[in-house]
């Protein structure tokens, strides 16, 4: 069984393998071009979150959509380097706004070098797309537009909170909707647009990247919860200790509210934990194991599972070919995260 690109993912077809590793490769050093200045600093910082690693994920999404076209085709690696550009000027720009120290295993531009300068950092990353995006035709322009859109959308949604009478969790998702799916939906879709491909399959891999964006998402709020540090890569309970409202806490919410009243003492309990401050290590340890232990959790890993079998059905009227089988394959690793 060969491997290819981030998340382990596993194929059978050595051709295709061979492809998405020259394909990343090729990613890999425009994106370090694209990072390049005439003025030195500009260049350190832009090439911060570059240098420090990733998934490339969605520079991958790219590369497979491709293989139902040409995927040699001119306009597929600067495409994939246009999305991952988009999507590393939206992690300065969050640090920002979440005050983050740390990124990526390194310290966050804006703990190193200040908030105006991570701000304008983000703003060259988007100018470099932009440019890239140009020479790719007015087509691309409107579809990143469109998406670009929608994913300040969802982070505008996500820092105002949901509104008088919106359910918090229905709110959740549409962050996420706009957040991650929207940058993952368009990832699917240039690999098909670029690589020539019948616009039914642009049309399918633009649904596919939209529920495989949200499912990994919510498998990242499950395994929060769920998992130990080893399994993770993170502190268990990191998003729980910060107060972020993810999935599984939604859930415990909503079904407390829906409770009226009749709920168990430990149930009580775990809610008076979730209103006060879990940076405490003995009130985050007990909030975590009531987690564990609590039906909601449940209830978001069959979320995630559900997204993760959409995804997969939207996949079905492509042809058979590896890089169908490749898609598939990172469902089913959303089902593995998410237990």
Same mark, same amino acid.
């Given at each position: 069984?060969?491997?290819?690109?981030?998340?382990?993912?596993?194929?059978?077809?050595?051709? +295709?393998?061979?492809?998405? @590793?020259?394909?990343? !490769?090729?990613?890999?050093?425009?994106?370090?071009?694209?990072?390049?200045?005439?003025?030195?600093?500009?260049?350190?910082?832009?090439?911060?979150?570059?240098?420090?690693?990733?998934?490339?994920?969605?520079?991958?999404?790219?590369?497979?959509?491709?293989?139902?076209?040409?995927?040699?085709?001119?306009?597929?690696?600067?495409?994939?380097?246009?999305?991952?550009?988009?999507?590393?000027?939206?992690?300065?720009?969050?640090?920002?706004?979440?005050?983050?120290?740390?990124?990526?295993?390194?310290?966050?531009?804006?703990?190193?070098?200040?908030?105006?300068?991570?701000?304008?950092?983000?703003?060259?990353?988007?100018?470099?797309?932009?440019?890239?995006?140009?020479?790719?035709?007015?087509?691309?322009?409107?579809?990143?537009?469109?998406?670009?859109?929608?994913? /300040?959308?969802?982070?505008?949604?996500?820092? /105002?909170?949901?509104?008088?009478?919106?359910?918090? +969790?229905?709110?959740?998702?549409? /962050?996420?909707?706009?957040?991650?799916?929207?940058?993952?939906?368009?990832?699917?879709?240039?690999?098909?647009?670029?690589?020539? *491909?019948?616009?039914?399959?642009?049309?399918?891999?633009?649904?596919?990247?939209?529920?495989?964006?949200?499912?990994?998402?919510?498998?990242?709020?499950?395994?929060?919860?769920?998992?130990?540090?080893?399994?993770?890569?993170?502190?268990?309970?990191?998003?729980?200790?910060?107060?972020?409202?993810?999935?599984?806490?939604?859930?415990?919410?909503?079904?407390?509210? @829906?409770?009226?009243?009749?709920?168990?003492?430990?149930?009580?309990?775990?809610? @008076?934990?979730?209103?006060?401050?879990?940076?405490?290590?003995?009130?985050?340890?007990?909030?975590?194991?009531?987690?564990?232990?609590?039906?909601?959790?449940?209830?978001?890993? @069959?979320? !995630?599972?559900?997204?993760?079998?959409?995804?997969?059905?939207?996949?079905?009227?492509?042809?058979?070919?590896?890089?169908?089988?490749?898609?598939? *394959? +990172?469902?089913?690793?959303?089902?593995?995260?998410?237990?």
């Amino acid at each position: 069984m060969n491997v290819v690109g981030p998340f382990g993912l596993s194929v059978w077809d050595e051709s +295709l393998e061979a492809d998405v @590793q020259a394909g990343l !490769t090729a990613v890999e050093e425009a994106l370090l071009e694209a990072t390049k200045s005439d003025v030195p600093f500009i260049t350190d910082t832009a090439r911060h979150l570059v240098q420090a690693g990733g998934k490339r994920f969605r520079p991958m999404l790219v590369l497979l959509g491709a293989q139902f076209g040409d995927p040699y085709a001119p306009g597929v690696v600067p495409a994939a380097v246009v999305v991952e550009l988009t999507h590393l000027a939206t992690l300065y720009h969050d640090d920002v706004m979440d005050e983050a120290d740390v990124r990526r295993g390194v310290p966050s531009a804006n703990s190193r070098w200040g908030n105006s300068v991570a701000v304008l950092t983000g703003d060259f990353l988007f100018s470099r797309a932009s440019h890239i995006l140009a020479e790719l035709g007015p087509e691309a322009v409107r579809v990143q537009a469109e998406a670009f859109a929608r994913l /300040v959308a969802g982070q505008i949604l996500e820092t /105002v909170g949901p509104r008088e009478g919106r359910d918090p +969790l229905d709110h959740y998702l549409e /962050v996420i909707a706009g957040k991650t799916s929207s940058l993952m939906a368009v990832s699917g879709r240039f690999g098909a647009m670029m690589s020539g *491909a019948d616009e039914d399959v642009v049309h399918i891999l633009t649904q596919y990247g939209e529920r495989i964006g949200a499912a990994f998402q919510l498998a990242d709020d499950v395994l929060d919860i769920a998992s130990d540090s080893h399994e993770s890569g993170k502190t268990p309970g990191t998003d729980l200790r910060e107060g972020i409202p993810t999935l599984p806490v939604l859930h415990v919410r909503r079904w407390y509210a @829906q409770a009226g009243g009749r709920v168990s003492a430990e149930d009580e309990r775990l809610v @008076q934990l979730l209103d006060g401050d879990l940076t405490d290590e003995t009130r985050h340890a007990e909030a975590l194991k009531l987690l564990r232990a609590h039906p909601a959790l449940e209830q978001a890993r @069959q979320d !995630t599972l559900r997204y993760a079998a959409e995804a997969r059905a939207a996949l079905t009227p492509l042809p058979d070919i590896p890089a169908k089988a490749s898609l598939a *394959a +990172l469902c089913d690793m959303v089902v593995h995260r998410a237990g």
